[in-house]
Each structure stands twice: as structure tokens, then as C-alpha cells.
RNA sequence: UCCCCAAUAGCUCAGUCGGUAGAGCAGGUGGCUGUUAACCACCUUGUCCCUGGUUCGAGUCCGGGUUGGGGAGCCA
């Protein structure tokens, strides 16, 4: 057959009156003597194409017989519909049944739950909801190199393997080629410099520190890629393999970091107003009904800023009952960020300058000798969707900081030795891909944005 | 890892007081129709998660387990 015209574009009209070849997988058909009807969809839209077939066809027994997840090809005239439901319909000269499905398919015309669809992730895309998720994922993918490259930011592809154990050790997903069954050891434990890379490695559990390293060489980069978490998490927000936004800039501090991240936020809002109606439209009819209020609130709003210990103060006054405690120098829970954003601020605001105590060994530390030039940007409904800071770019503060929280310099020199030469003011902030898609569907488990998932014991497909 | 909930037809679920299994959808057959996740009639489909116990009798009650989900912690 012609050359492909996507379903999208026939929906749009393209092509209206001429002859026109689709390719895509049937989602229903309606048979009857005198004429019938088959939805076809191809993925580049949530709706799907009505194909008209009439008893003139060479193969009308067999279009009849065709069931729901068949592929096809179909030739025909692009016309005005005459009933209501659709603008635009094939009808149809040619149907070609490139693959048919038969009655074990097992994705029905009616509802199924997201649990039962993980179990069928292969097919799951097929799906009206899934096959949503995946197309917004996509533009949102494109629309964050596009809003760093508009800027000027270098992408640096930070490495997946890495030797780095520092940032918080069991987490490590472990990398080896060693014989699991027989490795050497050496005073019980096992030897590593028989390893591939000659010592202990894992998967990256974030980019940041190679990250800082290329900012202070491009000024400001950002790194968009897999993480890994060997977590024990078993919660609808967490997965083994995850992607982060991690940009850095050099020459910055927290206020130019909480600028950033406020503008990535609503320019991201916005792509997705501008870019996903149809499949945003869907979320908000179908998954979550305050949705696309929610996204245009964001990105109208100018973003509220608030002290930690303020927060602290606000947490206190409040007139409601905390499952956990309230006090300066402990960590805000879910239950008290959704509290900030919600009741206090009513939008999204950024929590600032924590105590150095729950902050991790690279931020800054204040003048106050208390705190650290860190950030967490909070939002409705989810709490905490962006962490960041203004990293410690003072050599002998670092090292102190280093020392205090256990970790052996030696095995970060690269990382120090930026410090000792060029060193420069520099923040960045971390955003999980999942949590914004999540934020921007409304959809509310984390293995339903993922094409294929890994959880504890999960990694089918 | 801790706490809570759930598991019944291919899918979504109901199943009363403990008395031997039911609906819708899917599938099959027939009908009807420019249909809209079409409609109408008839038909098919069960390791009631596994295991042990209580009982004359367990889908139902109790213990243990498995799997899934939710909440929490960790965090992105």
C-alpha cells in the first residue's frame, strides 16, 4: 500500500477527500450485514480513526471477523462523517490484516485496573490511559533538553557505572563480573581488585558530583538520565530505576537556583497545557479532575519562598494534629510539606536554608553556623518535588563537612580538587522525571508512568 | 523494613446467618442496526490464592504462608 498517513494527521483532516493509507491496531469493531466499523488507532493519538467497510470489499467475511488488538492496513477516501462522534472517517477501499489478534487478547473494550495492566506491560501501551502516559512522557522529555538548550546549558551524559559509595552506602546496586558462587576474599570480605574495574562498583545513584565537576568548566550543564536505588521502597512513589533532571550552574547562588527551578517548573506546566491537550484532557476527565486547574495554577503563579525555620514556626502554630514531631532541626515530613503548600501558602513554595545536620555533606553551609544554602520546592497534593542547594565551594569547609559526616576525602580528590583551583559559587537542584510526570497526569503509582517498571522483585519485560 | 487491606470465571466484581457459585463485560451462535467501549436473544466458562485447623458441612470462621494494593520510613 501508499505511504503512511499517521492517525493524528487523519483526524486533523489531511488529506481530506483524497486517498489515504492508515496502518494501526484495532481498538473496536461494530459488524453488521450492510456495513461496519472499526476504530483504529496507531498511537499517535489518543483517539482513534473510524474505518467504514461495506459488503463491496473482496474480504468483508473476514473484515467482519476482525477482533479487538488486530493490526491492519487500510487504503481509502478520507470523508466528512455523516454521524455524529467524529469530524473525519475512512472509508474504506483496501483492508489488509497484517496480524490478527484472536479471542486470548487480552486487553477488552471495557476498564481494567492498573494493577491487572502491569501485569501485561508488553500490551499495556495499547491502552487508552498508558498510551497517554507514554506520549506525554515523551514530549516532556523533549521539552526539558529543549527549555536547557534555549538557555544555554551543556547536556553532559554522567556515567551509569560508577565507584563512588559515598553518598549513602546500601542503596548501591552492585556491579560485577566476579564468579558470585566462588569470589576471592581477603580477611572474609571479598576481593574487589580481581573485579572488572579493579575495585568496588555500582549503578549511579545520581549524577550531581559529575555534574558540578563539567560546571565548572561550562557553567551551567544538566544531566538527564537513569538513576539506581537498591532501596527496600515499597511505595507508589518509588522505583529501583528512575530518570533525574539533575542542571548545575556555576557562578550561582540558592537564589539563582530557586529562579531556575520555579521557571523549569512552569515552562514544563506549560508545555503540556500548550502541547498535550488532547491526552491532558483525558487525565483530567478520567484520572484526576482538578488536573489541568491544578497545572495552569502553577503556571500562572509566581512561587512563594519561606524560611525553614519559619516553616518550623507556622508547623507549630497550627491548629491540627501531626502524626510526627515539629521542632527546629528535624526533618519536615510529607504530612507538614503538604501542610506549607496547601494551607499556609496555597500554591507551591520553596522551603529554604535546613539545618546542617539533615542536609547532606556538599551544601553550603550559612554564616549562622546552623544552617545550609539548600532548598526544597513543595507543591500541592505531593509535597516535596525538587530538592536543591548551593553546593559548599570552600575547600577547607568542605573537608570539615566531610570529615564530621564519615566520608574519606581520598576517595572524592576529583571532587575537592575543584576547589582547590577555580573554585566558584555553584548550586544546582535534582528533579525526578517520574514524580513530574506523575504531577502533570495525575496518575498516582509510579510503576504507571514507567514503560517497564523495576520495584522490589519486579523486573519483568 | 513496619502497619493496614485484599485475593471468587479470561477481565471487573457480588456472594446475606457457615448449607455446596452468581452478574456485567469478554468469547460462541443467531438477529438487528450509519454504528460510537452499539444493541437484543440464547449459550459456554470456576484449583473460590496456597496450607493447616474448627465444624455434620467452609468462598464465608481461625492460624500460618504467598502475591498484590494502600499508609509510613528512606527519598527523587
Known amino acids: 500500500m501508499a505511504t503512511r498517513t499517521r492517525i493524528r494527521s487523519a483526524l486533523a483532516g489531511e488529506g481530506l477527500g483524497g486517498d489515504v493509507t492508515v496502518k494501526g491496531w484495532v481498538r473496536t ?90 501485569t501485561i506491560a508488553h500490551l499495556r501501551p495499547r491502552s487508552n490511559t498508558f498510551g497517554a502516559v507514554f506520549r506525554v512522557r515523551s514530549s516532556l522529555a523533549q521539552a526539558v533538553h529543549r527549555f536547557f538548550a534555549e538557555r544555554g546549558f551543556l547536556c553532559v551524559h554522567t556515567p551509569i557505572i560508577t565507584t563512588n559509595d559515598c553518598e549513602g552506602a546500601g542503596e548501591l546496586f552492585r556491579v560485577t563480573t566476579l564468579d558470585l558462587a566462588r569470589p576471592k576474599l581477603v580477611d572474609g570480605e571479598v576481593d574487589f581488585s580481581d573485579d572488572f574495574f579493579g575495585e568496588a562498583a555500582g549503578l549511579t545513584v545520581s549524577g550531581q558530583l ?92 509566581t512561587f512563594a519562598m519561606m524560611e525553614y525555620g519559619e516553616a518550623i514556626t507556622r508547623l507549630q502554630r497550627a491548629e491540627v494534629a501531626f502524626e510526627y514531631p515539629v521542632e527546629w532541626g528535624l526533618d519536615l515530613q510529607t504530612e507538614h510539606e503538604r501542610y506549607l503548600t496547601e494551607q499556609v501558602v496555597g500554591g507551591p513554595v520553596f522551603v529554604v536554608n535546613y539545618p546542617r545536620e539533615i542536609k547532606a555533606f556538599y551544601m553550603r553551609q550559612n554564616d549562622d553556623g546552623k544552617t545550609v544554602a539548600a532548598m526544597d520546592l ?15 565551594e570552600r575547600h577547607d569547609l568542605l573537608m570539615a563537612r566531610m570529615e564530621e559526616t564519615g566520608i574519606d576525602p581520598a576517595s572524592l580528590w576529583w571532587y575537592l580538587d575543584t576547589r582547590r583551583w577555580g573554585s566558584t559559587p555553584h548550586a544546582g537542584f535534582g528533579l525526578g522525571f517520574e514524580r513530574l510526570i506523575m504531577y502533570l497526569t495525575g496518575m498516582e503509582n509510579i510503576r504507571d508512568v514507567i514503560p517497564f517498571p523495576r520495584t522490589p522483585r519486579h523486573a519483568e519485560f
Open 378 to 392: 513543595l507543591v500541592p497534593k505531593v509535597g516535596e518535588i525538587i530538592g536543591g542547594s548551593q553546593r559548599e
Open 29 to 118: 469493531s461494530r459488524v453488521g450485514k450492510e456495513v461496519a466499523f472499526l476504530a483504529v488507532n496507531d498511537g499517535s493519538s489518543l483517539a482513534s480513526l473510524q474505518v467504514v467497510a461495506e459488503p463491496a470489499l473482496p474480504n468483508y467475511p473476514e473484515v467482519c471477523a476482525i477482533s479487538t488488538g488486530a493490526a491492519v492496513a487500510v487504503r481509502g477516501r478520507l470523508a466528512e462523517s455523516p454521524a455524529a462522534g467524529q469530524r473525519y472517517e475512512l472509508r474504506a477501499a483496501e483492508i489488509e490484516i497484517l496480524g490478527p489478534a484472536d479471542e486470548g487478547y487480552p486487553l477488552q473494550k471495557k476498564r481494567h485496573t492498573f494493577e491487572y495492566l502491569r
Open 210 to 301: 559529575e555534574g558540578e565537576l563539567f560546571a565548572q568548566a561550562f557553567s551551567d550543564i544538566y544531566t538527564f538520565g537513569p538513576t539506581f536505588r537498591a532501596e527496600n521502597s515499597n511505595t507508589p512513589r518509588h522505583a529501583a530505576e528512575f530518570w533525574m533532571i539533575e542542571p548545575e550552574m556555576a557562578f550561582a547562588d540558592l537564589r539563582d537556583d530557586a529562579r531556575l527551578a520555579e521557571e523549569f517548573l512552569r515552562h514544563l506546566c506549560r508545555h503540556v497545557l500548550d502541547h498535550c491537550q488532547e491526552d491532558l484532557a483525558f487525565f483530567n476527565d478520567h484520572i484526576d479532575r482538578g488536573l489541568v486547574a491544578r497545572i495552569e495554577g502553577v503556571a500562572g503563579s
